[in-house]
């Protein structure tokens, strides 16, 4: 981490030294918090602020502050003390750091998630804000040993995303039809689909997000039927989103066409087969997204709608995305924080090899690594190690890829052979693998799937269980 900082302050210090002498009385410094989150092992912890170079003059910094499943002054406090939700932090001339302290108030009990973001909003001499203005400060001070869970993701509909903290075992469900749009929080301008319901969107030639726009059936996502130039990267790679960056020159932000994909089904499927993406079609939007300052604008319509709606999407540093609802017309909750989940179980728009390439194709029974906060995955087959002998010592590093489908669909089959070999829709446990997973905090946990479908055969019952690797 110390590395990181001081790698990003020379960045922000070669650019600034590229000025003429002429320049060099008005150069703005760079500020940064010295770590990203701080787990609190101590009843008192200072929090720590650097300067790239020793301040011009005395000042101040004026520090945001989210609060998850705590209260300042009942399970915290701070020093200088929160107030309005800031903290305003005073420093002197000449100094090349600052800090405050954080004191902890209350312990956080066995499976509770407790922290709080402190994000650097100004400061009152010329500075520039560096890469790590945000810290979150963690309650929880031990990762779970480990536990066998149920993911509830709603039976042969799958209608639930489920996200899934190893360290601390929570489990958190999300109606998938709930957004459509997530926006990056990140220093890039990126939004993503919903990769759960089959949606799809094609960029246009215009800019004018009043101009009357038209249903192209060729963008409906049927299996191995769509294009992969409208729908985001499967890996999770946000250089190849469908929605191109967005940028800060607003004529090169063009209207798209937007397929809202499928609801789940309402008729039960027969037993073995999933109705995920089996309901009615959620319809169709035309959206423009255009940057805010350090935000995003959306304008969205109907189709043949002449006129529109516009909202303002604030990036929120403590999360991978905000989300949006073009049905709801609103921001709507759905990731936890970008540091308490690990795992995210879902359906999934992937890509399959037919006759012409590669095509969408829609997989029910899916998990994804939290690849935005940091977790990674990957498989490991029984002819290498078994579960229960596999250790830390045994963790091969270089197997945790940029890529959050490491598990993916790789947990399960969807057929077995029936009367005379052909072929019937099943669940198939494959009991031959298991899966390595690293958590943001860098955690390592072995975990097993040990179920996917109830009793009488029916998909989208998925358990598992994990054991922490010391």
């Known amino acids: 981490m110390k590395k990181n900082f001081i790698l990003i302050l020379s960045f922000v210090l070669l650019a600034l030294g590229a000025c003429s002498s002429d320049d060099e009385v008005a150069q703005a410094n760079a500020v940064a918090f010295a770590a990203t989150s701080v787990n609190l092992s101590a009843e008192t912890t200072p929090i720590e602020i650097k300067f790239a170079s020793p301040t011009a003059s005395a000042g101040s910094l004026t520090l945001t502050v989210t609060e998850t499943a705590v209260a300042s002054g009942t399970d915290f406090s701070t020093t200088p003390a929160v107030a309005a939700n800031t903290v305003v932090v005073p420093f002197d001339k000449g100094v090349s750091s600052v800090s405050f302290s954080f004191k902890k108030l209350k312990e956080a009990i066995e499976g509770q998630v407790k922290n709080v973001v402190f994000t650097i909003q100004s400061i009152t001499i010329n500075s520039v804000i560096s890469e790590n203005k945000s810290i979150q400060v963690n309650f929880n001070e031990t990762a779970s040993l480990g536990s066998a869970l149920a993911a509830e993701v709603g039976g042969s509909f799958e209608q639930n ?181 690990d795992i995210n179980f879902t359906t999934f728009t992937n890509t399959t090899q037919n006759p012409t390439g590669l095509a969408p194709y829609h997989f029910a029974d899916f998990v994804l690594s939290n690849l935005k906060g940091g977790a990674k995955a990957y498989q490991v087959l029984n002819t290498e190690f078994t579960y229960d002998a596999f250790t830390l010592a045994n963790v091969a590093t270089a197997k945790f890829t940029e890529d959050q489908r490491n598990i993916g669909s790789n947990w399960r089959g969807t057929s077995a052979n029936g009367p005379g070999g052909i072929p019937v829709s099943q669940f198939v446990l494959r009991t031959d693998r298991f899966f390595i997973v690293k958590d943001p905090a860098g955690n390592v946990y072995k975990l097993k799937f040990t179920g996917g479908a109830n009793a009488d055969g029916k998909r989208g019952y998925p358990t598992f269980q994990y054991a922490i690797l010391k």
Do not use: C
Request: glycine share 8%; aromatic share 8%; hydrophobic share 35%.
């Open 161 to 341: 995303q489920v996200y899934v903290d190893l360290s601390s075992g929570k489990m958190t469900n999300v109606l998938r039809t709930s957004w459509d749009l997530g926006f990056y929080s990140g220093l890039d301008f990126k939004v993503v689909i919903n990769n759960s319901v089959k949606m799809s969107v094609k960029q246009t030639t215009s800019t004018n997000i009043d101009e009357v726009q038209v249903e192209d059936e060729a963008m409906v996502i049927n299996q191995g039927n769509g294009s992969v130039t409208q729908i985001d990267d499967p890996s999770g790679d946000l250089a190849k989103t469908a929605i191109a960056t967005i940028s800060a020159t607003e004529s090169d932000n063009k209207v798209y066409v937007v397929n809202l994909g499928s609801n789940p089904g309402t008729t039960e499927p027969a037993v073995g087969a999933e109705g995920s993406a089996s309901g009615t079609s959620r319809g169709w939007k035309k959206i423009r997204i255009l940057r805010s300052g350090n935000d995003y604008k959306i304008q969205y319509a109907d189709l043949a709608a002449t006129t529109h709606q516009e909202v303002v999407v604030t990036k929120n540093a403590a999360y991978n995305f905000t989300f949006f609802s073009l049905l709801d017309k609103k921001t709507v909750s759905v990731e936890p924080q970008k540091a308490q989940w």
